[in-house]
């Protein structure tokens, strides 16, 4: 069983950043591609950034392209969310999620929640006006 704990969250003024880390519970994170979603209050879960398994390949979000980076450390078994120039429509809970992947699918990313068999547990991040 795969356990993500993310954290990082927090109250930032708009056109802050924040660095938020998902830490998986096994040494075998490098077997599965990644993702983030959020969920504003009162909204439903929606996606945010996907990293593949290897390769580096990333997908974005219309509304976060040019402001966010998903990233991953394999030798730390941790995925990062690096949120720059932040806005006040980004406040939401911010949930990590992992999907195993077989070796002939290392570059695909996956943008739909129902692609993941693991998530986390959520952080909240705030982002005043």
């Known amino acids: 069983q795969v356990q993500l704990v993310e954290s990082g969250g927090g109250l930032v003024q708009a056109g802050g950043s924040l660095r938020l880390s998902c830490k998986a519970s096994i040494h075998t994170f490098n077997a599965y591609a990644a993702g983030w979603f959020r969920q504003p209050s009162g909204k439903e879960r929606e996606f945010v950034a996907a990293l593949s398994r290897s390769n580096g390949v990333t997908r974005y979000t219309d509304s976060v392209k040019g402001r966010f980076t998903i990233s991953r450390d394999n030798a730390e078994n941790t995925v990062y969310l690096q949120m720059n120039n932040l806005k006040p429509e980004d406040s939401a809970v911010y949930y990590c999620?992992?999907?195993?992947?077989?070796?002939?699918?290392?570059?695909?990313?996956?943008?739909?929640?129902?692609?993941?068999?693991?998530w986390g547990q959520g952080t909240q991040v705030t982002v005043s006006s």
């Open positions: 999620a992992a999907k195993l992947v077989g070796t002939l699918l290392t570059s695909r990313v996956y943008d739909d929640s129902g692609s993941y068999g693991y």
